[in-house]
């Protein structure tokens, strides 16, 4: 486990993030607290539970990036689920009990990650071989000799292949001279698109989703011991060929059963499930009329944020030591409209403010992935190089702060539609068949191309 110090934490954070720094405070403090409990004996571990957290704040300031920015940093198995997918049991809708089973697949996909890397260079050396064999093969081999069904059945007997007659010494050099040429012409990339006739496993498609009614069922799983594995042949180019071998060598490689059993106890200790929208599901105390489960909900949500035991494929997982951050807008509701024993759950509850001028500035152009850097990379790849001056920056700041006033406050997603609408004209004339050509972005460029009313109908086209 990761060795950081809580302040350690927050300033990778505030590389992404600006401010919102009770939050960061929160969330550094609670990865801390795993490491510090990782160290302790086994008996005192066991008495030791995470503290959930309740993150309210309106959109766009970060409560999504923090908790995500966080799971990535401690490479941690992560999900993200809306509880406003989640209906009382009874209803059509997805089951609480899901987002545990979500959390376990991102552990598998993790851990397994981890496990190719490892393998990776012996996948490569042996999908290289297997190459070489299509591309210079031996003397075909003669076909199996027939044999009754039922005989070979009954009998236990398997049909016989015959051997191959013994190569020459002249036939030798002239095979290993063939496949060092091919060898090599392979490892120069020359024979990239030449196609070759690879078997890869078809996997059966029975046509049943089950989904759409709340049930986590995968019918290919359940009669995979049953259905056999069947084998189709390809014609792909030599680079697609490769990834396909590579994967299947890996696959070869790795020890799945190791690999649930290191994904299921990372699940239990380090996984880390993010609640959105949890403010949906609290009870309004002036809405009238039916409210179709969202109590319900709640207390089905309750028992897994308490500790139970979930059944999931791979095996039953504890969610005892699972880290819950919840969070929500709480624009019409409060924390405290949610049922008491869930408010006792999420014992720490932090406050996002909304994003202020000088955050928007801030936002703008100083977080390693803001939108200014991410379009001048964009545009990069058609001969565009874009640069911002200090006083576009603070521009492209401001009109997004006032949208947020007049309009709906979107938070930081709202410089994506000043981006759009500043840098449509480029966007949609660039197209890199032109030498490389520097554009300017300055103070009168941004007023000449957000002329107008710009918290008006000229960005609405942009806002999903």
Known sequence: ?????????????????????????????????????????????????????????????????????????????????????????????????????????????????????????????????????????????????????????FSGQQPKTPALPEMTAEEKETYRSKRDETAAALRAGKLEDTVVEIEVDETPKLGMDFSGLGMDINMNDMLGGILPSKKKKRHVPVSEARRILIQQEMDRLIDMDEVTTEALRRAEQDGIIFIDEIDKIANRTNTAGADVSREGVQRDILPIVEGSTVTTKYGPVKTDYILFIAAGAFHISKVSDLIPELQGRFPIVVELKALTREDFRRIVSQPENAATKQYTALLSADNIALTFTESALNSIADYAYLCNEVKENIGARRLHTVMEELLEDISFNANGRHPEIEVLVDEKYVSDHLTGDVQGKALEKYII
């Open 1 to 153: 486990m990761f060795d950081w110090s809580p302040k350690q934490i927050v300033d990778e954070l505030d590389r992404y993030i600006v401010g919102q720094d009770a939050a960061k405070r929160a969330v550094a403090i609670a990865l801390r607290n795993r490491y510090r409990r990782s160290r302790l004996p086994e008996k005192v571990r066991e008495e030791l539970m995470p503290k959930n957290i309740i993150m309210m704040g309106p959109t766009g300031v970060g409560k999504t990036e923090i908790a995500r920015r966080m799971a990535k940093l401690v490479d941690a198995p992560f999900v993200k689920v809306e509880a406003t997918k989640y209906t009382e049991v009874g209803y059509v809708g997805r089951d609480v009990e899901s987002m545990v089973r979500d959390l376990v697949e991102a552990s598998i996909r993790l851990v397994k990650g981890k496990k190719e890397q490892i393998v990776r260079l012996s996948a490569e050396s042996m999908a290289e071989s297997r190459l070489i064999d299509l591309l210079a093969p031996s003397r075909k081999r003669p076909e199996h000799t027939v044999i009754n069904p039922l005989e070979a059945l």
